[in-house]
Nanobody, 125 residues
Framework: QLQLVESGGGLVQPGGSLRLSCVASGSTLENYAIGWFRQAPGKEREGVSCISSSGGRTKVVDSVKGRFTISRDNAKNTVYLQMNSLKPEDTAIYHC??????????????????WGKGTLVTVSS
């Protein structure tokens, strides 16, 4: 049973940075593609950024392109989302999720097999 635990969320001012971490237990992350998803108030859940199992392929949603970077360290069973130049519209609950199809980076919530409980990111002055 794969379990995912996110951390790193919090309150940050516009223009600030946060790094989210997702640590896996119960299995090894190298067997999964990983995605970061978010759901903001009044909006549908969306894929933010996804990464293949090896880290060789990534995808980011247009709204965060150039600001967010996804990475992974399979030896540590951890994936990261570095978030820079944060905007109020980035405010959301952020979840990491695992897809058993190791090379897929579509960032569709329907593709994901395991979910973390989420961490709240609030961007406000």
């Amino acid at each position: 049973q794969l379990q995912l635990v996110e951390s790193g969320g919090g309150l940050v001012q516009p223009g600030g940075s946060l790094r989210l971490s997702c640590v896996a237990s119960g299995s090894t992350l190298e067997n999964y593609a990983i995605g970061w998803f978010r759901q903001a108030p009044g909006k549908e859940r969306e894929g933010v950024s996804c990464i293949s199992s090896s880290g060789g392929r990534t995808k980011v949603v247009d709204s965060v392109k150039g600001r967010f970077t996804i990475s992974r360290d399979n030896a540590k069973n951890t994936v990261y989302l570095q978030m820079n130049s944060l905007k109020p519209e980035d405010t959301a609950i952020y979840h990491c999720a695992a897809d058993h199809l190791i090379s897929r980076t579509n960032c569709s919530p329907d593709d994901m097999d395991y979910w973390g409980k989420g961490t709240l990111v609030t961007v406000s002055s």
